[in-house]
């Protein structure tokens, strides 16, 4: 989605920043979704740092998720060939 993000699209989020302008006056303005705007800011509202750390933490339980269903699926499997 950030590679094909429109200059003013990004100009919007900027100004959306600036606490003169809300979300649903820059949505009417440049006729961007709610949730779009909702998630740029959510994203790169606060500094590079703490997002960075915000997506590794993400990045991490997004492993331990998809590790557990593994061995969880191991797990039954052995259940079922011990019975």
Known sequence: ?????????????????????????????DNCRHSSLYTWTKR?????????????????MRRLKTELKRVTEERNILRKAAV
């Open 44 to 60: 790169y509202g606060v500094p590079e740092e703490e997002r960075k750390a915000v997506d590794s933490q993400a990045d991490e």
């Open 1 to 29: 989605m950030i590679s094909t993000a429109r200059p003013a699209f990004i100009s919007s989020i900027a100004a959306l920043l600036a606490p003169l302008l809300s979300i649903a006056n820059l949505n009417r303005h």
